[in-house]
């Protein structure tokens, strides 16, 4: 091998990393993510009722990211799968939140379960992905006075605010319908076939599922032993950055780090600068408006952008100046430490997931 290939490798790295995947920018769609995002924390705060509010901004959160671009009835078929899997992901964090054991093993069943999803291509991957992080997100933030009916309940709310508002605002973006529509419920026949012939002869798929799902229910099990403030940053992580084989996961790893540093100097600048709550809730809102709109040109623009939206949200109910920023990025330093060595091993021990799963996924 040359001198020169190991330089040649990590450009070729950097590129795929950094590589635009859609260009321009998407102001309708940063309006709606803005609006579902800002809007519930904001009323909550100035109804009083900010765990309400923040529970109902996850929602609208993730409601909104779990939409994907495509024809209406992949939008709103597959926004609502991710809103319904992200519903029962809060009701199950929420009920295991007080024991730890309980809390390890949803971890487990819930990402496994999610990162099967993988099996429908991209709008799977995504549903997967939001489903297994807001389980990861509630279990790890304390539901304070909200019982599990009242939280899910927020968060639903939230959901719904997302969807309607995502689904009309990717309209202009995304591609018309072609062909002949298939039944629905003959839709949701193949899915369940697809699933269940996913977990019987897919030995690839079903390897890479259970060891993310391994490690972030082992990383949750850590950051709840050692009582680790905002340790659930680690196994999300951990989630985020794991990928099916080494060089996917290497890319995502240059990714989530420079999305992570950048976001983390935004959000240390401004909560040194002020801990008004009006002034973090504004911030909050710019950067989900820059989240969605650049969401489509690549992760790195998802993470930049996502870091300062979810720290700013936290901020503005819970102020603790550059001190949340600083431990995002340590946490973050964690889990994308842990996923890849641990990764390094059961890629070589456990079978490789084919061609057809390397695509594009949150």
Request: proline share 5%; charged share 10%.
């Amino acid at each position: 091998m040359s001198d020169g290939a190991p330089a040649d490798g990590m450009r070729a790295l950097w590129a795929d990393a950094f590589r635009v995947q859609r260009r321009g920018v998407d102001p309708l769609a940063g309006l709606a993510g803005a609006i579902a995002s800002c809007a519930p924390v904001a009323i909550g705060i100035a109804t009083g009722h900010a765990e309400i509010g923040v529970t109902a901004c996850f929602g609208g959160l993730n409601g909104a990211l779990g939409v994907p671009r495509g024809p209406l009835r992949e939008r709103l078929g597959w926004g609502l799968a991710a809103a319904l899997g992200c519903l029962v992901a809060v009701a199950l964090a929420t009920l295991a939140q007080p024991s730890v054991a309980a809390s390890v093993l949803l971890a487990l069943a819930v990402v496994a379960l999610a990162t099967s999803l993988r099996t429908f291509g991209p709008n799977g991957g995504l549903t997967g992905f939001v489903t297994g992080a807001i389980y990861t997100i509630t279990n790890g933030i304390p539901a304070g006075s909200l019982d599990v009916g009242a939280r899910t309940g927020w968060f639903a709310l939230g959901s719904l605010l997302g969807l309607v508002l995502m689904v009309p605002a990717l309209a202009p973006s995304s591609p018309p319908a072609s062909g002949t529509q298939t039944p629905l419920a003959t839709v949701l026949a193949d899915g369940a076939r697809r699933l269940a012939a996913t977990f019987r002869g897919d030995a690839a798929l079903r390897a890479h599922a259970l060891r993310l799902a391994t490690l972030v229910a082992v990383t949750t099990l850590l950051y709840r032993v050692v009582d680790l403030s905002h340790g659930y940053w680690v196994p999300l992580t951990v989630l985020a950055v794991l990928q099916p084989d080494e060089r996917a996961s290497r890319v995502r790893a240059l990714q989530r780090g420079a999305g992570t540093l950048v976001g983390t100097v935004v959000i240390a600048l401004l909560t040194i600068a002020t801990g008004a709550q009006w002034v973090l809730i504004a911030g909050q809102g710019v950067a989900a408006f820059g989240l969605f709109a650049l969401y489509a040109r690549g992760y790195f623009w998802l993470v930049v952008m996502l870091t300062p939206t979810a720290l700013l949200t936290v901020s503005a109910v819970d102020y603790q100046g550059a001190g949340i920023a600083l431990a995002r990025g340590g946490t973050s330093a964690a889990g994308i430490a842990i996923g890849l060595a641990i990764g390094e091993l059961f890629w070589h021990l456990g079978p490789r997931l084919p061609a057809r799963t390397r695509t594009w996924l949150p």
